[in-house]
């Protein structure tokens, strides 16, 4: 309904329905660009106006995909105590979603778990991202030290791209093991799972804040990065 009171207001068709779906109409796509260029002057105005305060006002927009739902709206909510007055916001979603928005530059700073791949961003590790195995804590191999991988392999895997909750629970219910980030076990009581003393394991990886190249970071947007790479790491933080 809105995008039909905005065709009218202009004076021509921003959208088109093909069969079940709405696409932008070649006038749709170029007020969709003219709109994203006034968010940038209106971002900019906001970070020149932050600067002439201080921290004392300012938006910090936040992105992260799923797994990083563990540690990221605790990491954000410590950081918006120490500046109230900054208005804060946290989207999290699949990394597909997560990348159409760096694309778009419609965020100010993004947590993966890895810099994606041709795309020119600012990348910054933040913080460790160790990576485990996980099994059902009355597994066989729960109590084994030292597995080889050849063990391992025998083991039937789960594969992430079920999502992380899927996993945890078809894990539990003895259906197989799989390698997951250990922060992924913040939210559940000890010993629920097991994390198996396996040759190689924990693989030490990263969480990355992105942003994209050229962009000017708001104050608020350095001031969390800051943040982040100031604060002392904690166990599974």
Known sequence: MQMKKLSEMV????????GKKIYLTEDGQELAQAT??????????????AERQGLKKGQLRLMAITTA??????????FAKLYPGIEVSLRVTNKEQVLASIANNLDDLYLLGQPPEGMEIESTPIMDNPIIVLAAPDHPLAKEKNISLE????????????GNEAIKQAILTGLGI?????????????????????????????????Y???????????????????RPEQENT
């Open 178 to 210: 799989s390698a997951l980030s250990r922060h992924t076990l913040t939210l559940n009581q000890p010993g629920q799972f097991a994390v198996l003393d396996v040759q190689g394991y924990p693989i030490l990886r990263h969480w990355y804040a992105i």
């Open 36 to 49: 994203r260029e006034i968010f940038g002057i209106m971002d900019r105005f906001t970070t020149l106006a």
């Open 69 to 78: 739902s563990y540690f990221a709206p605790r990491l954000l909510g410590e």
């Open 151 to 162: 063990r391992l392999a025998q083991e039937p895997w789960l594969m992430r791209e079920k």
């Open 212 to 230: 994209p190249a050229g962009r000017q970071m708001s104050v608020a947007a350095r001031a969390f990065l800051d943040y982040l790479l100031e």
């Open 11 to 18: 004076g021509v068709p921003l959208i088109e329905q093909v």
